[in-house]
């Protein structure tokens, strides 16, 4: 389900009334939305045997860690955020990922927002190996139409209020009008797109 409905872009488009384009502005919401999630780095989602593309959209996440951080190997730095809950954390440098590897929930605490987990370092008696692919963590992490930031779905409003008032310039670099010429737009994500998603991108995301 998409974070942002057409009633909420359409206060980005006040051109457009009714809902002769509802469709296309659905899809059009649903393409940013991914582009968007790949932005922040979250990973392409399997459906019924179907690999889609990422998604925004609360999911459940299966990730294969190197190790801890390097500065604090009691902290864990998963790959995307918010991360909403916790299924299991295996710590096995031979990939194996038995029980006998499963790091006890009682012992580590999580940061939803910052998606990251500390083990207790009164309680914990396991580690955060460091080795190829040594750390499975099963989570479920990103967001709800209900539970989604204002500034994430502004951003997501923006970037495609933006693409639909340049449908008509897509490849092309200028527009005449009225014997003159006008420079289109960039169809690139804008600036303001980008400083509004900086804070949703995980510490050590490629920017």
């Known amino acids: 389900m998409a974070i942002v409905d057409n009633a909420l872009l359409k206060e980005y488009l006040p051109e457009i009334q009714g809902a002769g384009i509802d469709a296309e502005l659905t899809a059009l919401i649903s393409r940013v939305e991914t582009a968007i999630a790949r932005y922040l780095s979250f990973p392409e989602v399997t459906q019924s045997s179907t690999v889609m593309g990422p998604t925004l959209d609360s999911h ?87 539970t989604a930031p204002h500034d994430l779905k502004h951003a997501i409003c923006v970037w495609a209020s933006q693409l639909q008032r340049n449908k008509g310039a897509q490849g092309r670099n200028s527009i005449s009008n009225r014997g003159g010429s006008i420079s289109a737009s960039a169809k690139s994500m804008p600036e303001e797109v980008k400083e509004l998603l900086f804070p949703f991108r995980c510490f050590g995301a490629v920017l």
């Open 60 to 146: 459940a996440y299966t990730f294969h860690l190197d190790g801890p951080q390097y500065m604090n190997p009691s902290v864990l730095q998963l790959p995307v955020k918010p991360v909403t809950a916790i299924t299991s954390i295996h710590s096995d440098p031979d990939r194996q990922y038995g029980s006998d590897t499963l790091i006890d929930a009682s012992t580590y605490t999580f940061n939803k927002h910052n998606g990251q987990v500390f083990l207790d370092p009164v309680t914990a008696i396991d580690v955060f190996d460091r080795s190829f692919r040594a750390i499975k963590a099963v989570v479920t992490a990103g967001f709800t139409s209900a």
